[in-house]
Nanobody, 115 residues
């Protein structure tokens, strides 16, 4: 299976910024879709942002204008730049990849927005 490793989560005050990283064990050029989901305590996992072949992107309405997904194919890495963070952004963030008919998930990285 494809292995996905997230990093760079942490604690940040409201209005602050974080950049999450997801490193894949295989070329992300071969992935149909890569992206980020998040899950807060008591909530279901929800889509945050995706990037598809051709570098097309999609964002949840709640993060549009604040979050940016990007990719570095040479490093097999997808990033999520998060600006103007709000307490409601607090969640475990999961890296996601789809190749052919299979879905893959990382272990998750905690993001906590609090003063």
């Amino acid at each position: 299976q494809v292995q996905l490793v997230e990093s760079r989560g942490g604690l940040v005050p409201p209005g602050g910024s974080l950049r999450l990283s997801c490193v894949a064990s295989e070329s992300i050029f071969d992935m149909d879709t890569m992206g980020w989901y998040r899950q807060a305590p008591g909530n279901q996992r929800e889509l945050v942002a995706t990037t598809i072949t051709g570098a097309r992107t999609n964002y949840a309405d709640s993060v549009k204008g604040r979050f940016t997904i990007s990719r570095d194919n040479a490093k097999n890495t997808v990033y999520l730049q998060m600006n103007s963070l709000k307490p409601e952004d607090t969640a475990v963030y999961f890296c996601y990849a789809r190749r052919a008919l299979r879905n893959y998930w990382g272990q998750g990285t905690q993001v906590t927005v609090s003063s």
